[in-house]
């Protein structure tokens, strides 16, 4: 993506957030796990926490079946401008990239004592080498990024997810009789 700017050094549009599309497997084992923690929270008289075990369940839901809408994301010479929001150099710590759901994800992480983290999607090959390179003029590049709690529970519960099985189709009456080959006397 071009850009008139002349302080737009680079530019390019992705998803919001990396995106799988996943099949009703998957929503059953969500509604199966909210039912499983709403047992045992019931059964210990603890009725309160059911109000967020619920709400954890629709914002997977949402999450699930939503898919996340394009954004336009730039490097200038001033910083990195992702969703309106400019992360100026200065504010800015390090950076990795890490593979979600099948996307390639930059994380900017920012400086002490917040360490905000940014989360940008690629969705071309090339752009990883280029970010390189042009993220490493202003800030540090860890190839083993030291993970957060936060970074470490997302990887964990992703771990737990299963993952959706590809349907086969069934050989169909006209199928078979494409593979009988006539007999010749």
């Known amino acids: 993506m071009q850009s008139n700017n002349p302080q737009v050094i680079l530019a390019w549009k ?5 995106y799988k599309k ?22 210990f008289g603890d009725k309160v926490l059911l109000i967020p075990i619920w709400a954890i369940l629709f914002l997977f839901y949402v999450l699930t079946i939503t ?3 394009d954004v336009d994301n730039r490097i200038t010479k001033f910083g990195v401008e992702t969703t309106g929001i ?14 979600r759901f099948g996307f390639e994800v930059l994380t900017l992480v920012g400086q002490p004592p917040y360490y905000y983290h940014a989360y940008l999607v690629l969705n071309e090959e090339g752009l990883k080498k280029e970010l390189i390179t042009l993220l490493s003029e202003h800030l540090i590049y860890q190839e083993k990024p030291q993970k957060n709690l936060t970074d470490k529970l997302v990887d964990w519960f992703s771990n737990l997810l299963p993952e959706d099985e590809e349907v086969k189709a069934t050989p169909g009456y006209a199928d078979v009789l494409k593979k ?3 007999v010749s006397p």
């Not at 992705?14 to 990396?18: G, H, Q, T």
């Open 86 to 99: 400019t992360l100026r150099w200065e504010g800015l710590s390090h950076f990795y990239f890490a593979k």
């Open 14 to 18: 992705a998803p919001l957030r990396p």
């Open 22 to 43: 996943r099949s009703g497997l998957i929503m059953r084992f969500y509604i199966t796990l909210a039912l499983l923690l709403s047992l045992i929270v019931f059964f």
């Open 180 to 182: 009988v080959q006539p």
């Open 67 to 69: 898919p996340p809408p």
